[in-house]
């Protein structure tokens, strides 16, 4: 799955931390539930990643706001692992789209919950200018 080549350049993982805008302690820990796996280990005992690591790394943090629990993770990267190996593989493609279809059904409660934000924020700030009572307006009833 993730075989390095001989030119392939492997990093450390507080490069890998840099690049991904994760921390040490998110990786190590994304490591004991085997969602990534470093390559190898230097003679020290140094963590080494590939650039196959990185997106598996940005794709697990994209998963995180959707609220996709570890075991959807884990799921959710075997399938895509299966894809690697057997690009005909029907289950794990059905599966990643049934991922997809949550996914999809998270972004649009997020998105839900962020026009009510908004709509609180603009209410506060009217209130806070002067240019409304402070009260609920009905409309946040709706919704």
């Known amino acids: 799955m993730l075989d390095a080549t001989p030119r392939e350049r492997l990093l450390q993982i507080g490069e890998v931390a840099e690049r991904t805008g994760l921390s040490l302690r998110t990786i190590r820990y994304y490591e004991e539930m085997d969602l990534v ?3 190898t280990r230097t003679d020290g005992g140094f963590r080494l990643y ?15 706001p959707l609220g996709f629990t570890l075991r959807e993770m884990r799921e959710l990267l075997e399938a895509r692992d299966r894809l690697d190996d057997a690009p ?29 934000g908004g709509e609180l924020v603009e209410l506060l700030r009217r209130e806070s200018r002067g240019e409304a ?5 009905p409309e946040f009833f709706e919704g």
């Open 88 to 116: 005909g593989d029907t289950a794990a493609r059905r599966r990643l789209a049934d991922f997809a279809e949550l996914g999809a059904r998270r972004r649009d409660d997020l998105a839900a919950k962020a026009r009510r």
């Open 37 to 39: 796996v470093p390559e």
């Open 50 to 64: 590939t650039e196959d690591h990185l997106h598996r790394l940005a794709l697990i943090r994209r998963m995180k």
């Open 133 to 137: 009572a402070p009260a609920v307006p």
